[in-house]
């Protein structure tokens, strides 16, 4: 024989009679799908393409490598640490410490914001024109404010100054500059502001003191006495401060450290007025303030209770009206409401107005209105009820706290009045005295304008004096930020990350092609294995051909032994499940062309007329025929010619050395087609399978051509063709439904391209 060689069986007995179409058998269900779901189906896409994976992964891993390499390449970083002291140190410390301990943490924030600040960056780019690093940015400013890193633990006195970077010299040489830079914009800057500050403090006190040794030198000036420091005092050597003593004799003499205390407050008053007076001053501004704050406070009394009134009295809001108007009891009421309403229009439209039912209906109609009202009323005062009470509360809290205020303000002005007068009195009953009290709280005789003069300008001389030792004690002393470290040896710190990111590209190259791989094989979803075959469709898998159309007919004889095998196979199959009950008639076909089927269905035909049954092969794909070619014969006439009328069955059936008969499908042409449908087509069937045991048809494929659709629904058995890695799952699918739903007595699947363990099930 010219096609496949098949091995040869034993002879079958003759076949039984077709049974009747009336009643299918029932489809088997679905299988599930024994590869364990979309894991091991992931594995079988990448199994099939793991050379690709490998190839194109390595190619986009290495680009990947070299990008992250250089992306990722590690920077080199040096810091420097500028130590601040918490308390600043002082030769004559005057201020407080804890107050010093207080600001530190603000002074810190300052001095941070101070080394990112322009003029400080602006000052170190001066010596960094030329450094590559900063040479090639084109905002060098805005570079530095961003890389440069400042950075400081809480409690801590130590400042760091970090900064990376590709050139080591390069950020050495940032760091010192930035540093230096801060120390002589900010630190050294304060001490020059300082020294500037003193020597004007210098000359003022130079002037002052040549104005008190001019104003101590005129005929009228006072005398040295009590209260008055002689102009000999000025300027006296060693810094020393000039004060104003006043020496107070008798009375006035503070008691020795173990005297008696004072025996009572009108020795506290005979000894200094002051106290009184200022008691005095107290209490009349306690007066004066007092019935002030007394009727701000009623007023606000008389504010809080008119919220409360109107809180009482305020009418209900739309966004409540609205909460009650959406409420659901009040939907029901409006809507019994409504009917009620209709109810009695319509009773009014038909007949009396006055008429005892309108009446009851409108009686009604009133009730339902006035308890749909009665039931917004009460909603909408159980809402606002409890936002009223919350806000009342907070009204009558701060009710209660003002008035508490206002009778404690009335208690203070109460006796406040009456000390008033009991101070008063004692004012008036002290005796008029020539002296006067001095500043400092003490009595003393009282000045003319000429000594009130000289005793103030001591008194300002006397601290510029003390002004000009602080500060030239806070020059003295050391500055409060001291340069700690200078910037260190640059180190690489983050090879690792580089060493992770270039290995992660590398992988990331395989997974992007593994990843592309899955998601084009999930879209197309071709058939890969026995099990997509299995969790297809309904239909069995009764034929597993463990090689391609090709290679069945190809040199390897252990190839073409394995084909002709299978076939056997399916041919034993067919033939003992469904011959045997009488079917006769057996289409292949195929989702869409070029799936195998013109090979399967000359294979089974071929395999069936050698085991002895009468078999006619019919090619009816008659727009790509395949049957001669796998048969060696040619096309000159066959189904076509037939359909149109032109010749007879019997004269176009060849009779092939195996015993085959063939019907070759001849000349297309769209008569063919338009014959090829109904009853035409239903009696040459009919006629093909008189005198034959087998009929077996390859039709066109399933889902691109209508003929095949009626070829399928007239045969007992439809074997649909799938091939590997060219059959789409969901097209295979598509055709098994079909077939089902035309309720075929037998169908099943011919899985074509398998493996030899496949094809072992």
């Known amino acids: 024989m010219n096609g496949p060689t098949f091995a040869t069986a034993a002879v079958a007995p003759a076949p039984k009679a077709a049974p009747p179409r009336s009643a299918p058998p029932a489809r088997p269900a679905a299988r599930p799908d024994p590869d364990g779901g979309n894991g091991l189906r992931v594995l079988t896409y990448l199994r099939l393409h793991w050379l690709m994976i490998l190839f194109c992964g390595t190619l986009l891993g290495a680009v990947g490598s070299y990008a992250a390499w250089e992306l ?27 107050q010093a301990r207080t600001d530190f943490a603000t002074y810190v924030k300052t001095a941070s914001a101070l080394l990112k600040s322009e003029f400080v960056l602006n000052a170190a780019l001066r010596d960094l024109k030329d450094v590559p690093t900063i040479k090639d ?17 809480d409690g801590s006195e130590v400042i760091r100054v970090t900064f990376k970077g590709h050139a080591p010299a390069d950020v050495k040489k940032v760091v010192d500059n930035v540093q230096k830079a801060f120390m002589v914009e900010v630190v050294q800057k304060d001490v020059l502001e300082k020294r500037a500050l003193l020597g004007k403090v210098e000359a003022a006190r130079q002037a002052m003191e040549k104005l008190l040794a001019d104003k101590s030198k005129r005929p009228d000036a006072p005398k040295p006495g009590p209260g008055v420091v002689p102009a000999a005092g000025v300027g006296a050597p060693g810094g020393v401060e000039p004060a104003v003593l006043n020496a107070v004799p008798g009375p006035l003499a503070l008691p020795p450290p173990n005297g008696p205390p004072v025996p009572n407050a009108d020795l506290i008053v005979k000894y200094d007025p002051k106290s009184l007076v200022a008691k005095f001053a107290h209490l009349q501004d306690e007066c004066e303030r007092l019935p002030v704050e007394i009727q701000i406070g009623r007023g606000r009394l008389r504010e809080l209770e008119g919220k409360i009134n109107a809180l009482k009295t305020a009418p209900i809001d739309a966004f409540t009206r609205d909460l009650v108007e959406k409420d659901q009891d009040v939907i029901v009421q409006s809507i019994k409401m409504k009917q009620a309403r209709f109810a009695h229009d319509k009773a009014a439209a038909s007949g009396d107005k006055n008429a005892v039912g309108v009446i009851e209906l409108r009686k009604a109609w009133e009730a339902h209105e006035a308890r749909l009202h009665q039931m ?57 005295s020539n002296e006067r009290v001095l500043p400092d709280g003490r009595v003393g005789p009282s000045y003319d304008a000429a000594t009130t003069d000289l005793m103030t300008l001591d008194g300002i001389f006397s601290r510029l004096v003390a002004q000009e030792q602080m500060l030239r004690y806070e020059i003295m002393a050391p500055p409060r930020v001291t340069l ?134 019919v090619d009816f794909d008659l727009r790509e025929p395949a049957l001669h070619t796998y048969a060696g014969v040619p096309n000159p006439g066959g189904v076509c010619e037939v359909l149109r009328g032109e010749t007879d069955a019997r004269h176009a059936i060849q009779t092939l050395p195996s015993g085959l008969d063939l019907l070759p499908a001849g000349k297309w042409s769209d008569e063919a087609r338009k014959a090829a449908v109904g009853g035409r087509l239903e009696a040459l069937l009919a006629r093909l399978k008189e ?26 058995v439809v074997l649909v063709c799938a091939r590997y890695r060219e059959t789409k799952v969901p097209l295979l699918r598509k055709a098994t439904d079909r077939v089902a739903a035309m309720e075929i007595p037998y169908s099943g699947v011919v899985y074509v391209g398998a493996t030899e363990q496949e094809s072992l099930c």
């Open 691 to 716: 005198p034959y045991d087998c009929v077996v048809i390859h039709s066109h494929a399933l889902l691109t051509v209508a003929e095949s659709v009626e070829v399928a629904r007239r045969c007992e």
């Open 72 to 98: 990722l390449q590690s920077k080199y970083e040096s810091y420097a640490l500028l130590q601040v002291s918490q308390v600043p140190a002082t030769l004559a410390t005057q201020n407080n410490p804890n």
């Open 137 to 153: 940015e084109k905002e060098p400013i805005k570079f530095l404010d961003e890389e440069v890193m400042v950075n400081w633990q």
């Open 376 to 432: 917004k009323q009460e909603k909408a005062n159980l809402v606002e009820g409890a936002k009223r009470v919350e806000e009342g509360k907070k009204i009558a809290a701060e009710w209660e706290a003002v008035k508490h205020q206002v009778e404690r303000m009335e208690v203070q002005f109460a006796n406040a009045k009456a000390g008033l007068g009991r101070t008063e009195k004692q004012l008036m009953e002290l005796p008029v």
């Open 484 to 617: 700690l470290q200078p910037a260190s040896s640059p180190m690489q710190k983050d090879m690792k990350r580089q060493v992770v990111g270039t290995v992660a590209a590398a992988l990331l190259g395989y997974f992007a092609i593994a990843l592309g791989v899955v998601a084009f094989e999930t879209l197309g979803r071709r058939v890969s294995s026995l099990a997509d075959l299995k969790s297809a469709g309904p239909a069995p898998v009764v034929g597993v051909i463990p090689c391609l159309p090709g290679d069945a007919t190809g040199r390897d004889p252990a190839r073409r032994a394995a084909a002709n095998e299978a076939i056997d196979k399916l041919r034993a199959y067919v033939a003992q499940t469904w011959l045997s009950r009488g079917a006769t008639t057996v289409a292949v076909t195929s989702p869409l062309g070029d799936e195998g089927k013109a090979f399967a269905a000359f294979g089974l035909a071929s395999s069936l007329a050698q085991a002895g049954y009468k078999t006619l092969a």
